[in-house]
């Protein structure tokens, strides 16, 4: 339906593109993708991690190019071919990670880029500057250090430096990830006044909230494909509520008869039974790029799953890696069938029977370009009967592999084929496969259906309910509230690094999650 | 996205061994790798002319003095010893994605150890003994050597190409220093170690000039293969260099491993530098430095860590720099054209490797 429309007005178009296809080994990044960027509209680029959301603007500000599919500027063809060109044709980009020199003053770093052979020009830039903060109400102090600034400060500087090099349209990836929620408030604001002197706005995002509040019209990205669009009449007309449940039925799929909301079958879990996992208090420092841990505590008892709802970036990888032992803890105690582990290896804690299933399946969790069978047995080099005083049997690795393919029903051409060469529902089973194997009681599964297709996404939760069934304990992370209600004992949220609470998973857990969720008091 | 598969790319050509390797991929491999030879030889040949040099007797006199003529290949085969043990230690650290370029500092210091402990140990022990003990001097001074780069980077994430190559600088000059006022000979007036008699020296094979060192170099480029390929520890290794998060998930101890590469790459090194000291030289002159260990890279890179076809490779570079100096002497040309040559193969391969890629990309796009 867009690309109907978009070619009748195409004229007012600033940027359009037209079935914009990118593919990376392994992937296609964007599929198809029709988009039309209008003068006066922020236009927001919804979707989860994965979703295509980056790709689209590296095409956009000229750092990769499109596959298929052609890019209009004013309605013309136009390949833009780097970020210098992007700029000159007025597509000015606020990266998701600043792009600032912290040690240089803001005057100096909006002079980055002139021509080097000029003496920079600072007082026609402080002209320049007051002419447009002036418009937009914004305060910004030339001279002082970038790395004095907030984090706020320094995003309004960048889109400053867009606005002296006469942008028509501010790309903002993912600009709130950093920012408090005042902070998040005057950037709103700020796009609204940009918008009202007729700028185009693209707002990438994977908040809901924020798309309602901030948008004009919402692009739905799933998947690498664009599986919706809210134009800016039917948004005016729809109330908060209504447009988040329709990008939520977009983003999702239908909410009801959904052939994944599976009727969650009645475990009984012995209440009197000693729990498996044990953590209290546990507390990670925060880093540069993701928050720390603080007072974490939580026991899972024998056949029960618990899950951590939260939106992502809350702690959910830092809690993860910091229970397998791949991140260190800074206090707190974590203890597998009454025995104290956080003192222990990753290599320790995984034999006695503490399993992680890393979301991060190409990245940390198998080794691409090793072949499938080796894969298997990733974290148990050097283990009979695989090797036998350090030497491979690969006979040995073989069977136990083609088992292996065979029970997990992985579909690969051989045992040899490199493993990043398979689908992601296939390394998924691959992963599976490994981490249940014999030995384990207590097993983290991180996102363990996300980017899956939804064949693969319901054998993944069946193997997980029958991991539980099995008198496992389970710690379900996960993003998908569908997905906790329908699997999970209980639910934690988690919110910048702590838990904010845990509900039982009965009728009203939706909406008490929901609340936790949002900050309020379930 | 695109940033998660960029590190996948770049381990595919470095583990393509460990793959499965078809018919079709190994002639593939063939044909990019012999065919770049072939171009650059004809590049190199163009230079020769411009120079006024007759390409064809350049070529010529390379091939006899280095492979045809029986002096030549005697000479050839004996400088493939160090070579060897050199490119045993470079597999080892590339495989691991670690990148010891050391390699020069650690073979020099070998050398001076073992030329000045060979000496002192043949009159207090058997022949046979002594000679392994100065090979074991050698081989943990060189290890010694490699420790600060490698706690650099285990502990701390210290990019090893920049401290290597640091201490490889440090290491020939200790090296130089250590011949000049520790271990220098008094019986002569030239700067250099004591000489080792022949006769205690590495035993020639049959009624050849070629050093019993080629023998030990083959096995020790031919063990690193094998434990690279078959081995828990190899693979661990391997792990380490194509995809270190992973090894962190599984639990591998890093920094241990990344330790244990450094000491076994510099401990090859430095058997290179007494294997070629205690089979061939004899001694140590002050400011002797072959430059083995740099030269040896491109072989290493040529045959992708793959230990049976850096035998090829490095025969060879031997042939080159055997013939390469004969030829040059011959025709007046400068003797550092065996290095114009070998660089001018690596920017052909890596040229045809760029096409090659980009071929693969558009076909599978």
């Keep these: 339906m867009s690309s109907l429309s978009s070619s009748s007005v195409a004229e007012r178009d600033i940027v359009a593109l037209e079935g914009v296809t990118k593919r990376f080994p392994g992937i296609v990044a964007n599929d198809g993708i029709d988009l039309a960027i209008r003068p006066g509209e922020v236009h927001v680029l919804l979707g989860e991690n994965g979703a295509g959301k980056s790709t689209l603007i590296g095409m956009l500000s000229g750092l990769q190019q499109p596959d298929e599919g052609r890019i209009l500027v004013d309605g013309k063809p136009t390949p833009i071919t780097s970020p210098r060109h992007a700029l000159s044709l007025g597509i000015g980009t606020v990266f998701q990670h600043m792009m600032l020199v912290p040690t240089l003053t803001v005057a100096e770093n909006l002079l980055l880029g002139g021509p080097w052979w000029q003496r920079p020009r600072i007082d026609e830039l402080a002209a320049r500057v007051a002419e447009i903060t002036s418009t937009l109400g914004i305060t910004v102090k030339l001279h002082a250090k970038v790395s004095e600034l907030s984090l706020g400060e320094q ?68 998947l690498g494909r664009k599986v919706g669009e809210i134009p800016p009449e039917r948004f005016r007309a729809l109330g908060e509520q209504e447009i988040i449940s329709e990008i939520v039925e977009l983003m999702f799929g239908k909410q009801k008869d959904d052939p994944e909301a599976v009727e969650r079958p009645v475990r009984t879990v012995r209440a009197d039974a000693a729990p498996l996992l044990q953590v209290a208090d546990l507390a990670v420092a ?20 618990l899950g951590i709802a939260g939106i992502d970036g809350n702690g959910q990888k830092q809690l993860a890696e910091a229970l397998a032992g791949q991140r260190a803890a800074t206090g707190g105690s974590v203890r597998l069938d009454g025995v104290a582990i956080e003192t222990l290896s990753v290599g320790e804690r995984r034999q006695r029977g503490l399993r992680y299933l890393t979301d991060d399946r190409l990245g940390e ?124 004992d209980r639910i934690a949220v988690i919110a910048n690094g702590a838990l904010v609470g845990t509900v039982g998973n009965a009728d009203d857990a939706r909406t008490k999650v929901g609340r936790l969720m949002i900050g309020l008091a379930a | 996205m695109s940033i998660d598969t960029a590190p996948t790319v770049s381990a595919t050509a470095l583990d393509a061994t460990s793959g499965a390797a078809t018919r079709h991929d190994i002639l593939h491999r063939l044909l990019m790798t012999l ?69 020069d500092g650690q073979f020099l210091l070998g050398a001076v150890t ?98 019993s060192g080629l023998l030990l170099g083959l096995a020790a480029i031919i063990i690193v293969h094998l434990v690279m390929t078959r081995t828990a520890f190899g693979l661990k290794l391997r792990i380490v260099g194509a995809n270190p998060r992973a090894a962190v998930h599984s639990g591998l101890g890093v920094p241990g491993l990344t330790i244990a590469v450094f000491a076994i790459s510099a401990g090859l090194a430095g058997l290179a530098g007494a294997v070629d000291i205690i ?84 076909r599978r796009a």
């Design chain 1, 155 to 222: 995003q309004q500087v960048e889109i400053l430096r867009a606005m002296v090099r006469n942008s028509r349209l501010l790309i903002l990836d993912e600009s709130t990830s950093m920012l408090t929620p005042k902070g998040i408030d005057e950037l709103g604001a700020l796009m609204r006044r940009l918008v009202e002197q007729g700028l185009a706005i693209v707002f990438i995002t994977h908040k809901l909230k924020e798309a309602a509040a901030f948008g004009d019209r919402i692009s739905v990205l799933k």
């Design chain 1, 286 to 305: 925060p880093t540069d790029n993701a928050p720390g841990l603080s007072s974490i505590s939580f026991d899972i008892r024998p056949g029960e799953i």
């Design chain 1, 365 to 488: 969790g198998t080794v691409g370009t090793f072949p499938v069978s080796i894969n298997f047995f990733l974290k148990q080099v050097g283990a009979a009967p695989f090797w036998r005083n350090g030497i491979e049997q690969r006979a040995e690795i073989d069977r136990r592999a083609a088992q292996l393919v065979r029970d997990y029903d992985v579909r690969t051409p051989s045992l040899k084929t490199p493993v990043a060469r398979l689908s992601g529902g296939n390394i998924q089973k691959v992963l599976l496969a490994r981490e249940l194997a014999e030995g384990a009681k207590v097993v983290i599964f991180n996102k363990p259906t996300y980017g899956l297709d939804l064949a693969n996404t319901l054998a993944s939760r069946q193997r997980i309910r029958d991991t539980a069934a099995r008198g496992l304990a389970v710690l379900l992370i996960s993003t998908d509230l569908e997905e906790l209600l329908s699997m999970c």
């Design chain 2, 35 to 103: 065919g770049p030879i072939l171009a650059a030889l004809v590049i190199a040949g163009c230079i020769l002319l411009a120079v006024g040099v007759d390409p064809l007797a350049y070529y010529g006199y390379v091939l006899e003095k280095g492979l045809f003529s029986p002096l030549g290949i005697q000479q050839t085969l004996t400088r493939m010893a160090p070579l060897l043990f050199l490119a045993a230690g470079l597999i080892v650290a590339f495989r691991a994605g670690m990148w010891n370029l050391g390699g």
């Design chain 2, 114 to 211: 073992a030329a000045a402990s060979a000496p002192v140990f043949i009159q207090i022990m058997p022949s046979w003994l002594a000679l392994i003990c100065s090979f074991l001097i050698a081989m943990v001074v060189a290890m010694i050597w490699s420790l600060v780069p490698a706690l650099l980077r285990a502990y701390q994430g210290v990019n090893e190409i920049i401290t290597t190559l640091m201490m490889t600088f440090l290491g020939t000059s200790l090296a130089n220093v250590l011949v000049k006022l520790v271990f220098r000979d008094p019986g002569t007036t030239v700067p250099q170690t004591r000489t080792l008699p022949v006769e205690d020296r590495l035993p020639r094979l049959f009624e050849t000039t070629i050093t």
């Design chain 2, 279 to 362: 089979g061939v030289q004899g001694n140590v002159r002050a400011d002797w430095n072959p430059a083995y260990g740099l030269a040896v890279i491109p072989a290493v890179f040529l045959a992708r860590m793959n230990g049976f076809a850096a035998i090829g490779f490095v025969f060879l570079l031997s042939v080159l720099s055997i013939g390469g100096e004969s030829a040059a002497r011959r025709l007046g040309v400068p003797n550092h054209f065996t290095l114009v040559l070998v660089s001018i193969v690596l920017i052909v391969l890596a040229l045809a490797e760029y096409f090659d890629h980009r071929y693969s990309q558009s």
